[in-house]
Nanobody, 123 residues
Framework: QVQVVESGGGEVQTGGSLTLSCTTS????????MGWFRQAPGKEREGIAQ???????VYADSVKGRFTISKDNAKNILYLQMNSLRPEDTAMYFC?????????????????WGQGTQVTVSS
C-alpha cells in the first residue's frame, strides 16, 4: 500500500492561484500514474488531472488551460498548479496513485488515496 499525503489547500479569492502538493511513499514513484481528483459537497468525486509514467497529461475540460499537473520524480512529489480559480473550483482535492490506469481520470482505477486538502474560492 502506497501512502499519499496532500498539502497546500486554503482559501483564495476568485482569480487567485494555489499550488497543491502530494507526497507518496512509493519507491518507484516514476512508474505510477498519478491523479488529482476533487469532490464538492453533494457531488461525486471527479478526476481533473492525471500524469502517467511517460509524463503524458490529461485534464478535465473544466480545468484545462487553468490547472497544470507536474511531478518531481527525484523528490516523489506531485503538484497541481491552479490559476484563475473560480468559486466552482471549491472542493476537497485528493491525490491518488495507481500502478497503471486503463481509463483516464476514472476514480475506480486508483487504489491509493490521500485524505484530501480543502480548497475554497471566494467571490
Amino acid at each position: 500500500q502506497v501512502q499519499v499525503v496532500e498539502s497546500g489547500g486554503g482559501e483564495v479569492q476568485t482569480g487567485g492561484s494555489l499550488t497543491l502538493s502530494c507526497t507518496t511513499s512509493a519507491t518507484n514513484f516514476e512508474d505510477y500514474a498519478m491523479g488529482w481528483f476533487r469532490q464538492a459537497p453533494g457531488k461525486e468525486r471527479e478526476g481533473i488531472a492525471q500524469i502517467n509514467s511517460e509524463d503524458t497529461t490529461v485534464y478535465a475540460d473544466s480545468v484545462k488551460g487553468r490547472f497544470t499537473i507536474s511531478k518531481d520524480n527525484a523528490k516523489n512529489i506531485l503538484y497541481l498548479q491552479m490559476n484563475s480559480l473560480r468559486p466552482e473550483d471549491t472542493a476537497m482535492y485528493f491525490c491518488a496513485a495507481a500502478p497503471w490506469v486503463s481509463y483516464d481520470l476514472e476514480k475506480n482505477e486508483y487504489n491509493n488515496w490521500g485524505q484530501g486538502t480543502q480548497v475554497t474560492v471566494s467571490s
